[in-house]
């Protein structure tokens, strides 16, 4: 029940356990047993450099974790040939995958365990393709097909226990998985006339995404400085006087790696700082009760036309032209697990920049809050974002071979064999499936809405863990059912998500030319250039952030123009310290006056 500190003097110094419990701690509890119980089951370390705090206090551990992968692969195909001649052919394939290995992102978390995790393949499809001649300058060509994807990931379940700075237990990486069949439809036909060979085709894809996740069923407690009042100073402050008055120290001493060493305090006490629930909801409002697994069924259709011509213009020009264009329909939860904010993000954001232009904070605009309500055809409501219909992708490319080499310019470039070839295409993302699975996970408000701890904690008022399981009450589960407002937070952070409701399809313009050319003994010059030019690529941001651009309509400045007239002072020397030994140095500044009154002079 030692803890161990340094001190800004070089001096490595020792808290006892009685010290910790009569003078630190102001709950005068001391280490806590379960803690205790705890760290007894955690092998000794071998790399003291390792650890956080330089190794005091904590230590590393370095080992051979064991990694087992058995991989299978069944396939099979038939051909038929349904004619004499040969025109008319087909086949049909199949494969199958039996695949298991550990996650190599959770293996053994300490010697002599199994990996914490496995990775379970059983992925699936078949092809039926039909090839036809149905003229010497007309072939025909079309497939079905199944892919079936089907993933697992095992994991642990119960809540998580997370110290900052000290390895978990347990390695709880939680359980996923997914089911997802596509049902491809494609034709072609390619026409050969004169000069030119055209094709056209389609290509529609019927998607659906059952998938499972366990990562949000479970609440994990935790330990960080980062989440505390006061990011953990009174732990500082607590340790700092009182190693000054017992060591008889000068005030100029201090801590050393203040961070590692509240993170070393809370451990030891059993602080529980945060918390990280989530709470799910049926589409009625229903509580799902903590530990089920969160499934949803997303359905999603493509499709695709193309058409293209190769002309060869002459025997050393080829160009081909080609337009492809897509229409992806936005994805939906069959079962209408889907939600969305009320009022569009882009319109709530655009509204926002331009009340802090007048001077209007926030939590004054007419719809300050953001409202949730169900979304999606499965409630007859609005989907998350509006139909792109514009995903026309127009693509070029060339081959230039001079056969004939009778000047010397031609001659040098390209011999008896050189060539340039060059393209362009625009490429359009399929981004509605990845987004709509990423945002049900943290974005589901009123279905599926993180929450913790509704106060930030310090050292006298954190809950304490002192025996296994014995965790604090957690935040209660919001009131269901729709429409919805999130509760205030008024802890150090909060979580909520929307979509924007003009997201355009991203898409990249793609660029290559080459060069190539055959040189004297066999060898072959090749060079190239490839490029790709992203547009209309998707972030997430904070959409609650302060705002720079507010402004004080008394003094007519902004927030960015106070903070940078604020760190002009501090860049010139006026520090917070040397501001309390004279405060007549520190000019008043409008923007704070006017905005914050309670800090005016």
Not at 141 to 155: D, H, I, M, N, Y
Not at 175 to 188: A, C
Not at 378 to 387: E, G, I, K, T
Request: charged residues 15%.
């Amino acid at each position: 029940g030692i803890l161990t500190l340094q001190t800004s003097d070089g001096v490595t110094r020792r808290v006892a356990a009685a010290e910790m419990a009569i003078v630190i701690d102001p709950q005068r509890r001391g280490f806590s047993p379960f803690v205790k119980e705890l760290l007894a089951t955690y092998p000794v370390g071998n790399d003291v450099a390792l650890g956080a705090y330089g190794g005091v206090n904590f230590s590393g551990l370095r080992f051979n974790a064991p990694y087992k992968l058995n991989n299978k692969a069944y396939v099979g195909r038939m051909d038929f040939r349904l004619d004499k001649e040969g025109k008319h052919n087909a086949y049909v394939r199949g494969t199958l995958a039996g695949n298991k290995e550990d996650n190599s992102a959770a293996l053994a978390q300490f010697p002599g365990q199994p990996a914490a995790s496995l990775l379970l393949n059983n992925s699936r499809g078949f092809t039926v393709n039909y090839t036809g001649v149905l003229r010497p300058t007309l072939t025909h060509a079309a497939s079905v097909s199944l892919t079936r994807q089907g993933l697992e990931q095992s994991g642990a379940i119960g809540p998580r226990i997370n110290f900052s700075g000290l390895s978990d237990q347990v390695n709880y990486t939680r359980g996923n998985g997914r089911i997802l069949p596509v049902w491809q439809v494609v034709e072609d036909l390619t026409w050969m006339k004169g000069k030119h060979t055209v094709q056209g085709g389609v290509n529609f894809r019927f998607i659906r995404n059952d998938r499972f996740n366990f990562a949000p069923s479970f609440p994990t407690f935790g330990m960080s400085r980062g989440t505390m009042l006061g990011l953990g100073s009174d732990i500082t402050n607590a340790l700092t006087e009182y190693v000054r008055s017992r060591d008889g120290l000068g005030s100029g001493v201090g801590l050393r790696n203040t961070n590692a060493l509240q993170n070393a305090v809370g451990a030891y006490l059993g602080m529980i700082t945060n918390l990280d629930v989530t709470f799910q909801f049926d589409r009625d409002g229903k509580a799902i009760p903590v530990g089920t697994v969160q499934a949803r069924s997303f359905r999603t259709n493509e499709y695709e036309f193309y058409v293209q011509d190769a002309w060869r213009v002459t025997r050393d020009l080829n160009l081909t032209f080609g337009l492809r264009y897509g229409s992806y329909s936005v994805p939906y939860e069959a079962n209408g697990l889907q939600v969305n904010t009320t009022k569009p993000l882009d319109a709530y954001f655009g509204q926002r920049v331009f009340l802090a232009g007048q001077g209007v904070a926030s939590n004054a605009m007419p719809d300050a809050v953001l409202k949730y309500a169900l979304a999606g055809p499965a409630n007859n409501a609005r989907d998350w974002y509006a139909r792109d219909k514009n995903n026309f992708a127009p693509r070029f490319s060339f081959a230039y071979a001079k056969t004939c080499t009778g000047n010397w310019l031609t001659k040098s470039l390209f011999g008896s064999g050189g060539v340039i070839r060059g393209g362009s295409a625009m490429v359009y993302d399929r981004f509605g499936s990845d987004l709509i699975v990423n945002f049900d996970q943290l974005g589901s408000v009123g279905l599926a809405s993180r929450a913790g701890f509704p106060l930030s904690y310090n050292m006298a008022t954190a809950p304490r863990l002192t025996a296994p399981g014995a965790f604090p009450a957690m935040t209660a589960a919001p009131t269901g059912g729709f429409p919805y407002t999130p509760p205030d937070v008024f802890a150090v952070a909060g979580t909520g998500l929307g979509m924007f409701s003009d997201l355009k399809t991203p898409y990249s313009v793609v660029l290559n030319l080459n060069y190539a050319r055959e040189l004297k003994g066999g060898q072959t010059f090749e060079i190239g250039y490839a490029g790709s030019l992203s547009r209309k690529t998707l972030i997430q941001g904070d959409i609650f952030t302060p705002l720079t651009g507010f402004k004080d309509t008394k003094s007519g400045t902004t927030w960015l123009q106070m903070a940078t007239q604020t760190r002009n002072l501090f860049e010139g020397g006026l520090t917070p310290s040397a501001v309390q030994r004279n405060p007549g140095a520190m000019t008043a500044i409008p923007f704070v006056e006017n905005v914050f009154p309670g800090l005016k002079d």
